[in-house]
């Protein structure tokens, strides 16, 4: 897979040169490029942003950089005659990122990241983008929160997709149980000494019995999904007063 990231801070993606990226970068399963969206701008102060019309508070940035460092990476020479990437833009506006969408942008063979500063882009850069450039454009969000930029978002949204790609992750049956991966989250974990400062483990894992243990396991699951994360679980699995309804 190849990734281009275009910022005004490309050293905020410095991080993926380490651990499991950079190890997935070093053995040529991943290709990572971030550009300096102000080589694009040609000003005397190399500016990206601009007032906005109609007003209203802070900075917009400006369609003119945008497009010529779309252009200049859609036209990578690296690139298959023909082939397109998608374009992901990280914004508290967009669609919420998740683990299917992590796992849709993994089968992609390139991905091409902007990230906003300011209070956004030009809308045009999207409507040319797709019009012209002919991308898929996506705006893709991480929360309900606002973030300085889509730099941090970047590097969230690569490391979910990274560790999907054939051969990042080593032993590839640990992201099947995983939180996310079938709509509860992880059951909790202990490791040894069996007791720790008076706490114990729970006696079923150490019983041996690999069906109660599952069977504890699942419950668990339910559980902790019920408390923390509701809104993840089918109607019939919360009781009406929002307890747990461990037999469904
Ligand atoms: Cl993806 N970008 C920015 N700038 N803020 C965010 C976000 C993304 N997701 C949540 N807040």
């Known amino acids: 897979m190849r990734i281009d990231v275009i910022t005004i801070f490309p050293e905020y993606l410095s991080p993926l040169d380490l651990s499991l990226i950079g190890k997935a970068r070093q053995d040529g399963l991943l290709t990572v490029a971030a550009h300096d969206l102000r080589e694009f701008a040609h000003d005397r102060h190399r500016s990206v942003d601009d007032t906005p019309f109609g007003g209203g508070a802070g900075m917009v940035m400006k369609p003119e950089p945008w497009a010529e460092a779309l252009d200049h990476v859609v036209a990578h020479p ?40 300011y209070e956004g882009i030009d809308e045009r850069v999207y409507e040319y983008s797709r019009a012209d450039l002919g991308l898929e454009v996506s705006v893709v969000s991480l ?3 606002v973030l300085n930029g889509g730099e941090v978002a970047v590097l969230a949204m690569v490391e979910a997709i990274a560790r999907l790609l054939p051969g990042v992750i080593g032993n590839a049956d640990s992201l099947l149980e995983e939180s996310h991966e079938d709509g509860l989250l992880e059951y909790p974990l202990y490791t040894k000494p069996r007791v720790w400062r008076d706490r114990a483990v729970p006696d079923v894992l150490l019983s041996g019995n690999h069906a109660a243990i599952a069977a504890w396991r699942h419950e668990q699951r339910l559980a902790r999904t019920a408390a ?17 309804d461990v037999d469904i």
């Open 78 to 117: 690296d690139r298959a005659e023909g082939q397109r990437p998608r374009l992901i833009v990280p914004g508290p506006g967009g669609r919420p990122f998740t683990q299917a969408m992590a796992r849709d942008f993994a089968r992609e063979p390139w991905l091409v990241f902007a990230c906003g500063r």
């Open 143 to 145: 929360g309900d929160y």
């Open 228 to 244: 923390r994360r509701p809104d993840l679980l089918h109607p019939a699995q919360v009781t009406v007063d929002g307890g747990l």
